[in-house]
């Protein structure tokens, strides 16, 4: 038998599988959290990594690989060191930054043309001008800038040469997945000057572990990609499959054949682990949102859930737009969460609890929406993440959905991607191997009631308008 493991380095945890190469069955997991806030020292992500692994977790694994969330600016100086703490995803203050990027460059046409994706705060290159912005002096030492998964990836490898791959090198802001090579042209837009940037290495390319590195000794380390990339592996999802994650970002992405390029900025034109694409939709505000509610009503999740299904469709007429955190699409980032509708009949902790789940379902009704938009064929919605679990959230999806959402059997399944990815690695394959899959995902249903996002619409619209 043959041990592989993934490694989940996503917002709030890393999370390891560890699953045998011929079949996929697992075998173990662990996980440990990560501290709260939207930057981060990497060294944290290290250290929950060996917390995690801790046990003998990693005992007899021959390759691991690691997805990681995408677009954290992980800037290093000339020897190596991290420059200043790790700016993340969900960090907003580079939003001007963005905006100005996107104006420099001619509109946000020619940032779909360039690299098929829009630039919002999130993106690497966003952040790259903050820094030369409003910290020049650690701009200054900045020798090389890797992603959350690159930086692991290279501590697993021993500080050899540095890599990255196409998924998550397409949410930089500065590679081209329809091209396959770096922009080095923007990346010096935003930055002022050329960096050193990782290898973007094959999919399934075997890179050596270094035997010093405080893991098991190893044959292979894979490698690697960002998170939403890493899920579409272990999902297996081909394209008429719409993935929609709820964990703290909430996102809907497909497996593509050919590039997207949305002028919009709605639909992020990103590339898949595997040479091909994954168009994606990401909210700023998810999960985080449901625990928000739970907490507000002094409630455990259960109960919250309890309470939003007691509730009518609709929550008679209260709308939640849940930017908490800002939002990212819509592109509010310095927005703030907003109930509207409020009546005596309504403020009740059930109709609140209802609110609070159809207003992060009404934003991924709309991510399906663009990416269909978009020509994406949308066959089949699979709800995965850590809201999946929310009973509220599988039975309200379809309503709001207007469609039946497939539920996988819970799993870590960008960690599931990762392992998949080290057992490629270490086959040699020309194809991932083909695991037994999903099963039979529970399916639910429930008749579409528009009214749902009808509401939200009219809420989020003004927003908008008033943002202007
Ligand atoms: N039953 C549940 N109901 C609602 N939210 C849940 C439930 N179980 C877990 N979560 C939430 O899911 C989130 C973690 O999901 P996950 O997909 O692992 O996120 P990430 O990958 O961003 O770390 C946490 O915010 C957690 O509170
Ligand atoms: O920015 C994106 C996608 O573009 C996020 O999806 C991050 O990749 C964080 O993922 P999670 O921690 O929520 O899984």
Redesign the pocket.
């Known amino acids: 038998m043959t041990l592989v493991a993934g490694v989940d380095s ?3 945890a890393t999370k390891i599988m560890v699953r045998r190469a011929e079949d996929g069955a697992l075998v173990r997991q662990a996980q440990a959290p990560h501290p709260d806030g939207t930057e981060a020292d990497p060294e944290v992500w290290w250290r929950a990594l060996l917390t995690a692994s801790k046990d003998g977790l990693l005992d007899g694994v021959s390759a691991v690989a690691v997805a990681a ?3 954290g600016m992980v800037a290093l100086d000339d020897d190596g060191r991290v420059v200043r703490p790790a700016l993340l ?2 960090d907003t203050r580079s939003a001007p930054a963005a905006a100005d990027l996107v104006t420099e460059l001619g509109g946000p046409q020619e940032w779909a043309r360039a690299i098929g994706s829009v630039p919002v705060a ?1 993106f690497t290159i966003s952040k790259l001008r903050w820094l030369a912005e409003h910290e020049p002096h650690n701009a200054a030492r900045v020798s090389s800038v890797l992603l959350p998964h690159d930086w692991l990836t290279w501590r697993m490898t021993g500080n050899s040469e540095p890599v990255t791959d196409r998924g998550d090198a397409s ?1 930089t802001g500065y590679y081209s997945p329809a091209g396959g090579n770096y922009r080095n042209d923007l990346l010096r837009m935003a930055f002022g000057r050329d960096l050193n940037l990782p290898r973007v290495a094959a999919p399934a390319e075997r890179l050596p572990a270094d035997p010093g590195n405080g893991l098991p000794p190893m044959d292979a380390v894979a490698v690697g990609t ?3 990339m890493g899920a579409a592996l272990g999902l297996a999802a081909s394209p008429g499959d719409i993935v929609v ?1 709820i ?3 909430g ?1 809907a992405f497909a497996t593509a054949e050919a590039p997207t390029a949305d002028p919009s900025g709605v639909v ?1 034109g ?1 590339a898949d682990a595997t040479g091909g694409y994954l168009p ?1 939709v ?1 909210t700023l505000n ?1 999960a985080r949102v449901l625990t928000a509610g739970a907490t507000a009503l002094g409630v455990d999740q259960d109960t919250f859930d309890g309470l939003a299904l007691e509730a009518p469709a609709g929550a008679g007429g209260l709308t939640l737009l849940p930017y908490l955190d800002g939002e990212r699409t819509p592109n509010l980032p310095n927005a703030t969460g907003q109930l509207s509708g409020v009546t005596s009949e309504n403020l009740t902790p059930g109709h609140l609890a209802r609110a609070f789940v159809e207003g992060v379902l009404c934003g991924l009704a709309d991510a399906i929406e663009a990416l269909a938009d978009e020509g994406v064929p949308v066959r089949r919605v699979l709800l995965i ?1 850590g809201g999946a679990r929310s009973a509220a959230v599988r039975s309200i999806a379809p309503q709001v959905f207007g469609r039946p959402v497939a539920v996988p059997e819970p799993s870590e399944y ?1 960690a599931d991607g990762a392992a998949r990815q080290a057992a490629w690695a270490l086959s040699g394959t020309a194809e991932p191997p083909g695991w037994a899959g999903l099963g039979e995902p529970g399916v639910y249903e429930a008749d579409p009631v528009p009214a749902i996002r009808d509401q939200y619409a009219a809420a989020r619209s003004a927003m908008v308008d008033q943002s202007r």
């Open positions: 996503s917002t709030q969330q995408q677009h995803w969900n999130s949410g960002g998170d939403n994650s964990g703290t970002s996102t992020a990103f994606l990401c998810a993440g960008v």
